[in-house]
Nanobody
């Protein structure tokens, strides 16, 4: 079993940056591909980015490509999401999750989920 805890969310003005972290418990972190999703009330949880087991490959939603960067540190059991040039439409609760596939772009391909961290971008 893997437990995930996100942190780093907050309130930021448009154009600003935030770095989210997702700390994982357990010894099997490096055996999972990792992903970030986001969700706003009343909408489906949306794929944002994914990183492969060794961090050699990444995949992004078109809406964040060129602005967000996903990375991982297997020695620290942590995955990151660096978010630059933030826009008000990036406002959401951000979740990290594990997957046995890469690139996994749908919610059903992910099994373990964190509780989420709120990101609010003011205009």
């Amino acid at each position: 079993q893997v437990q995930l805890v996100e942190s780093g969310g907050g309130l930021v003005p448009a154009g600003g940056s935030l770095r989210l972290s997702c700390a994982a418990s357990g010894r099997t972190f490096s055996s999972y591909a990792m992903g970030w999703f986001r969700q706003v009330p009343g909408k489906e949880r949306e794929f944002v980015a994914a990183v492969s087991w060794s961090a050699g490959n990444t995949y992004y939603a078109d809406s964040v490509k060129g602005r967000f960067t996903i990375s991982r540190d297997n020695a620290k059991n942590t995955v990151y999401l660096q978010m630059n040039s933030l826009k008000p439409e990036d406002t959401a609760v951000y979740y990290c999750a594990t997957s046995s596939r890469f690139p996994a772009r749908t919610r059903v391909e992910y099994n373990h989920w964190g509780q989420g961290t709120q990101v609010t971008v003011s205009s």
